[in-house]
């Protein structure tokens, strides 16, 4: 295991830039995942990480080495791909053994090695398969288990589930999470899903332009987001966002009034950005007027849009059922105790 410390780092494509001088510490042991849109440069810092792309400046450092022009060989790490990149002529067994014997290692030491990997995975029964006889979740597997035989210091995931269906993903974040717990070794993850991020992640780094928006802890970042785009990106349904207006300690939203949250400081006529979660709108007979838009029920729970002034829309979420339909009047009010303040200007949080 080993902590993976990044200085300064920046990647440009002849006269284009796409990652601006970035600083991260991962600590040792430590589960991190990168997340953000696609083209944000998620996928670029991994490869970087990897030695699969040349840095065009700064510094990478893995436990006490400086890996900058470490081919990805040395660099004592593992990767895990999106497609498996798995050998179809080679059985599981092959498959995950393969890069011990390109190091020169014997028969018996290897053949442990896929052994102990295939029972922590599961994969016994299938060590004699060809990767064709295989589910996608097996295949997964079978990628997992070549990095674990390597006994690396960094696991990297490139978007390792985005090939499998819903169920069989939810399934993997379950597996992918208990082995981290089990080898506690150095993990960084990309994916743009940012369920994934809160349910897998000891750490999250939100990324978006190159650039780091924000690094935290899952419930960090959803309860105290840094700026606008961090407190859209993280939370399904998004956060709401009202544009309004500061007056006396209140918040005048269109013909809506409402107290600044606890700890804001602003100044009067600063123009803000009220965020409020979908949770933390409830029906109430003041607050934002508007009709139905539409009803979306989860099962567990029930996501109703509702139209407001100028054509505006909130998301509400219910965990109790409701009977609301489309064309219904509904008044939302939130909870301002847990409501969030941008400064519309910058996008920053004002919030405490």
């Known amino acids: 295991m080993a902590e993976v410390t990044i200085r300064a780092l920046s990647k440009a494509y002849g006269g ?3 990652i ?3 600083d991260l510490e991962i600590p040792d042991g430590a589960f991190v995942v990168l997340v953000g849109p696609s083209g944000c440069g998620k996928s670029t810092l991994l490869r970087m990480i990897a030695g699969l792309e040349e840095i065009s400046g700064g510094d990478i450092r893995i436990g006490a080495r400086r890996v900058n022009n470490l081919p990805p060989s040395e660099r004592d790490i593992a990767m895990v791909f999106q ?3 798995l050998y179809p002529h080679k059985t599981v067994a ?5 890069a011990l014997k390109m190091r020169g290692m014997s028969k018996a030491d290897i ?3 896929v052994a102990r990997a295939a029972d922590i995975l599961g994969l016994e029964p299938y060590l004699d398969r060809y990767p064709r006889a295989l589910s996608g979740g097996q295949r997964q597997r079978v990628a997992m ?5 390597r006994d690396p210091q960094v696991f990297l995931f490139d978007e390792p589930l985005s090939n499998l269906d819903a169920k069989l993903r939810v399934q993997m974040r379950t597996e992918i999470r208990e082995l981290h717990l089990r080898l506690k070794t150095t993990t960084v993850y990309v994916t743009h899903d940012q369920i994934e991020a809160m349910t897998m992640a000891d750490r999250i780094v939100v990324m ?3 650039r780091i928006e924000q690094v935290g802890a899952p419930l960090e970042l959803y309860d105290r987001p840094a700026n606008v785009f961090v407190a859209g990106f993280i939370g399904s349904p998004s956060m709401n966002m009202i544009g309004g207006v500061v007056h006396g300690g209140m918040v005048q939203v269109g013909d809506v009034r409402l107290p600044l949250p606890a700890g804001v400081i602003a100044v009067d006529g600063q123009e803000v950005i009220l965020g409020v979660r979908p949770e933390h709108l409830s029906v109430r007979s003041e607050g934002f007027q508007g009709s139905v838009a539409v009803v979306e029920p989860t099962g567990s729970e029930t996501h109703v849009v509702v139209r407001v002034a100028a054509g ?13 339909r489309p064309g219904d009047a509904l008044t939302l009010f939130p909870e301002i105790g847990k409501a969030h303040v941008f400064d519309r200007a910058s996008g920053m949080r004002l919030s405490p």
């Open 312 to 324: 505006a829309e909130l998301i509400a979420v219910f965990r109790d059922r409701v009977a609301f």
């Open 20 to 22: 601006h001088g970035i």
């Open 145 to 149: 288990g070549r990095a674990i035989v």
């Open 94 to 98: 092959a498959n995950m053994g393969f």
């Open 83 to 85: 497609n498996y990149a």
């Open 16 to 18: 284009l830039s796409v």
């Open 208 to 210: 978006r332009s190159g």
């Open 111 to 113: 053949a442990a090695r």
